[in-house]
């Protein structure tokens, strides 16, 4: 370090203190352990301002620490209280404006937040890499920025807080109203810290309802960033725990066999070992039987967290930390989030009826905060034995056995007649796991008479149950589920032979009743919102009875509206077969139920296309969205928003045809449109400005793009959330435009962070994730990050090939990809292989005249090129240029790109007159369209120097080449590696990436 440092705080020198909300614990740490390498002295200060403080008076106390005040700003810092946006400016205003030096802030949030908090001057930490945020941090501080010294002795520092660890599963998502249990938290995290090698094994243990799970899955956020694996297990059963266990084993990357048992002790042995992780977070979730597992729960370098009932694991060498209920205050806080309209008074009679009990109170006041009762009258109701019905949704029941089906209907026609009726109701659900809660939430007037008493006597429920558990006809299975609702998950485990003798053995008057209860229960069950991620476990759960319950041909509203949004969530998730396998049955039934210009059918039709969309099938979606965009303008005119979806439909399919002015024309229109009806903000307006950037883009008007999609991209993270996969879709835009401007360095900053959050939302094998994966991967590879690269490629493509097949639009995208890379880095015949693979594919899809085709075939020109087919090589670029010049102009970057690989072609088959005038002309062409220092420009500058040369011009060429080094160095920097292959003279290229539409 410097002899001199600036002084950092108003009252000490070199001193920090570190004001955060609990939620941002891992922020403070790393930020510390960030100053402590540089001889600042470091106060964290956990910001929970009391509600009956005034906030000026919480901020002025602030002031009394040490140094310089250091904010911590998120939506978590500000929601404390809680306090609205106009107290805190007041406050802002008041305590920070005034006395500017002696508050700073860091943001790691890209949430609205109070506009006062101008006055902290924030430096932004949100979608950068671990460098460039401390760089951003120390110079807020004024502190030098130069490298970060290394940690003293063996001390490792802690992760930096956006990355995640490099092994993580099945982690419940974040509870985003979890409240207090601080002192737990930490209590639990020194229990932790504190024990020694092989002793690490903390159990939260409480009765049930009190929040064990919560707490556990708040504990992984918080810290979760100091281990390298976090692992959360399903502990319940010896069985499915040793099973979930062992999936560890690949993530681990041991190398095992198939069998669990294997791959179990491989696990247990690594994690002991510590390698090829030390720092491993195991979470057990529901262990209620330590007997039953305490012999599996692995011990080594890192920690155990075990949440259970049951207290009796301290005799199994672990330390308990007693989860209770909530303190009062805490109560009133957590009511307060999940029902704002309740007044402190409110939720503070609430938690006395309910006894501060977690579950509950997160039940009865998400139910009161969409009810006009007051709590006065749901007290009331409670004290009439409601509470114990509620009590009852979260209690667990036994597993069961399994025995002869043949048993129930001899004798349980003798002792419950209602457990026939739910057998029988249980076959139009799928067999195997049957979800019967989705019936005992039904209201009453929606069920049959039979079985009405049997759904809502929890007696008569349970006599039922333990008959058919007696007989071992079906397992009654039951979990504690984690999400924004606490509640009892039920499901009758049912064999599928069982189901089917059921199904046959019954009276048509039931099964046409029967049938229209499961119908209503599943479309009752939609959750509503397929775009939404943390949702798609429901649909998942949903999908595989729509066929049992024969839902296509029900005329039910409802049930339309649940083959939608399944078709919809089959979509988004990447089922795309099993989509256009619904979506094929649902058009022929409707057409047929409903007619052929039914609302519904033009509903239908649109998300169909979707799906065929997604497996490249353009001209037949094209063909579905064009018939829908002519009926519904007649019938209902252009400005319908029905017809506007359609139309929007229609321009994307255009863009995978490859007919880009008339889908920019479209598009350009419907953004009109959506703006004239439903302003700039709403979701469809967004969606449309991404689909025009989209469409300027595959024109080559970068800039346009990247300024549209940037401006999608704010609007969808304040509009939506943060974590929303069309937010996350548009950060993959975003990017893509920097990258192909040449911004490698912003654009691989994105992309990483990006990747890393689509990992955690929508999964690895996500169609999307792959997609913003293949994006890391082209902006590592620009970047010159090469061997990371090379690793991502390969990763991808196989994920794709396995999950979509070869013969998808994605796949072949990132094939095309994997190909021109091979081609320079890897292996020469590999790249062949894949290259024609791709061309006859894109040839197959498109057809001949498509721009993707002429891309391609240049790119398996320069393979050529490279094996020494020369002449081969030169006729099929000359193609290609010409074709792609047909495609989509001369002064398209595509055309451009193709041009200068012409050009080398050219000198190499004895042409170099004409190769000069082509560079020469490219030169031009590019300068206009992308710029002077765009990186295809200064590679024709580059390649022209070269055909120059080759007709002896060398004055020229030098003064040419000098200029665009120059260039090169200002744009890319002197070690990029294409500044470096330009200053050795080696003749640049340009590779076709076909790009998403």
């Not at 929601?79 to 006395?99: F, I, K, M, T």
């Not at 700073?104 to 006055?119: D, I, K, R």
């Not at 940690?151 to 409240?179: C, I, K, L």
């Not at 005119?637 to 929007?648: F, I, K, V, W, Y």
Request: proline share 5%.
């Amino acid at each position: 370090m410097p002899g001199t440092r600036r002084q950092v705080g108003a009252t000490g020198a070199h001193t920090v203190t570190i004001s955060f909300a609990g939620f941002n614990r891992a922020w403070a740490t790393w930020i510390g352990d960030r100053l402590e390498r540089r001889g600042v002295t470091v106060v964290q200060q956990r910001w929970d301002p009391p509600v009956e403080v005034p906030l000026e008076e919480s901020l002025r106390d602030l002031t009394l620490s040490r140094g310089r005040v250091l904010v911590i700003l998120s939506d978590w810092y500000f929601q404390l209280g809680p306090r609205s946006h106009d107290e805190w400016n007041r406050a802002l205003r008041e305590v920070v404006a005034p006395d500017p030096d002696r508050f700073a802030a860091v943001c790691v949030t890209t949430s609205a937040l109070p506009g006062a908090t101008s006055a902290l001057g924030a430096a932004d930490l949100t979608n950068v890499g671990a460098d460039e945020a401390e760089r951003r941090l120390l110079a807020r501080l004024g502190l030098p920025t130069d490298p970060s010294p290394e940690p003293v002795g063996s001390r490792q520092g802690p992760r930096y807080p956006a990355d995640v660890p490099e092994v993580w599963g099945g982690v419940p998502r974040r509870n985003t109203r979890f409240t207090g249990r601080e002192e737990l938290l930490s209590k639990a995290y020194q229990a932790l810290q504190d024990a020694g090698p092989g002793a690490g094994v903390v159990t939260l243990h409480g009765m049930s309802g009190v929040g064990k799970t919560q707490l556990a899955a708040e504990y992984v956020y918080r810290f979760g960033s100091e281990y390298d694996v976090v692992w959360w297990v399903p502990a319940d059963r010896r069985a499915l725990y040793r099973q979930k266990l062992a999936e560890l084993a690949p993530e681990l990357g041991l190398s095992t066999g198939a069998e669990y048992g294997e791959r179990l002790r491989a696990v247990r042995d690594a994690l002991r070992r510590g390698e090829p992780h030390s720092h491993w977070l195991l979470v057990l979730d529901g262990a209620d039987e330590p007997e039953h597992i305490w012999d599996l729960v692995p011990t080594g370098p890192g920690h155990v967290l075990i949440t259970s009932r049951n207290p009796e694991w301290s005799e199994h060498n672990s330390n308990l930390v007693e989860v209770p209920v909530y303190e009062r205050d805490e109560s009133v806080a957590f009511i307060r989030r999940r029902a704002p309209r309740l007044t402190p008074n409110d939720a503070d009679q609430l938690a006395e009826a309910l006894e501060d009990l977690p579950l509950l109170l997160d039940q009865t006041a998400g139910w009161l905060n969409d009810s006009d009762m007051s709590v006065e009258e749901y007290i009331e109701l409670l004290e009439g034995g409601i509470d114990q019905d509620v009590v009852k949704v979260s209690a667990d029941f036994p597993l069961a056995f399994q025995t002869a089906w043949s048993i129930l209907l001899n004798k349980l026609r003798e002792t419950v007649p209602e457990s026939v009726d739910l057998l029988r109701l249980c076959s139009f659900f799928a067999p195997g796991s049957i979800p019967v809660r989705l019936l005992r939430e039904m209201p009453p007037g929606e069920l049959p008479e039979q079985l009405s008493g049997l759904m809502n006597d929890p007696l008569l429920w349970n006599k039922a149950i333990a008959q058919l558990r007696q007989y071992s006809v079906v397992r009654l299975e039951s979990h504690e589920t984690v999400g924004e609702e606490a509640s009892s998950g039920e499901s009758l485990y049912m064999h599928r032979m069982v189901h089917q003798i059921v199904g046959k053995d019954m009276p048509e008057r039931d099964r046409e009743e029967f049938i229209g209860v499961v119908r209503r229960a599943l479309a009752a069950a939609d959750p509503g919102r397929p775009t939404d991620t943390r949702l798609w476990p429901a649909y998942a759960e949903i999908t595989p009875h729509l066929k049992w319950a024969d839902v296509l041909n029900s005329t039910d509203p409802a049930v339309h509206t649940l083959v939608l949004n399944c078709l919809r969530y089959m979509y988004l998730s990447g089922e795309y077969r099993a989509g256009i396998k619904l979506g094929e049955r649902a058009l022929k039934a409707w057409r047929r139920l409903l007619g052929e210009d039914h609302p519904r059918v033009w509903d239908l039709s649109y998300h169909y296309a979707n799906v065929l969309r997604a497996v490249g099938d353009y001209a037949g979606t094209e063909a579905i969205e064009r018939a829908a965009v002519d009926h519904l303008r007649a019938e209902r005119g252009a400005q319908d928003l029905e017809h506007l979806r359609a139309a929007g439909g229609l321009a994307a399919d255009l863009r995978g045809l490859g007919r880009y002015d008339e889908a920019l024309e479209m598009s350009s229109w419907l953004l009109a449109a959506y703006r004239e009806l439903l302003g700039d903000q709403d979701s469809r307006t967004l969606s449309a400005q991404n689909n025009l950037a989209v469409s300027l883009r595959l024109l080559g008007r970068y800039e346009e793009s990247l300024e549209l999609h940037r401006r999608t991209l704010e609007a969808r993270r304040q509009v939506l959330r943060q974590r929303h996969s069309w937010t996350l879709y548009s950060e993959i835009h975003y990017a893509t435009d920097l990258r192909l401007l040449g911004q490698y360095a912003d654009a691989l900053s994105l992309q990483n962070q990006s990747v890393r959050v689509h990992r955690l939302v929508m999964g690895p094998d996500n169609p999307q994730t792959l997609r913003a994966e293949h994006n890391l991967a082209l902006c590592q590879y620009r970047a010159g990050e090469r061997a990371r690269a090379a690793t991502l490629f390969t990763r991808v493509l196989e994920r794709s090939e396995r999950v979509l097949g070869e013969s998808d639009p994605l796949t072949m995208m990132f094939a095309a990809s994997q190909s021109f890379f091979a081609r320079e880095h890897a292996d020469i015949d590999q790249a062949r292989a894949i290259s024609e693979r791709v061309v006859d594919g894109y040839v197959d899809m498109l057809g001949e005249e498509h721009p993707y085709v002429a891309g391609t075939r240049a790119n398996h020109a320069l393979i050529l090129r490279n094996v020494g087919e020369r002449d081969q090589a030169h006729a099929l670029l000359e193609e290609s240029l010409a074709g792609m010049t047909r495609a989509v102009g001369e002064h398209h970057p595509w055309t451009l790109g193709c041009a200068v690989n012409a050009s080398a072609l050219r000198n190499l088959v004895g042409d170099p007159e004409s190769a000069a005038a082509l560079t020469d002309a490219v030169i031009g062409r590019a300068t206009e369209v992308l710029g002077r220092t765009h990186p295809l420009t200064l590679s024709a500058r580059i390649a022209h120097a070269a055909d120059l040369r080759g007709i002896r011009d060398r004055q020229r060429a030098d003064k040419i080449e000098r200029e665009a080094l120059g260039d090169l160095v200002t744009t890319l920097g002197a070690q990029h590696v294409h500044t470096v292959s330009a200053r050795s003279r080696n003749r640049p290229y340009w590779d076709f990436e076909p790009q998403m539409i």
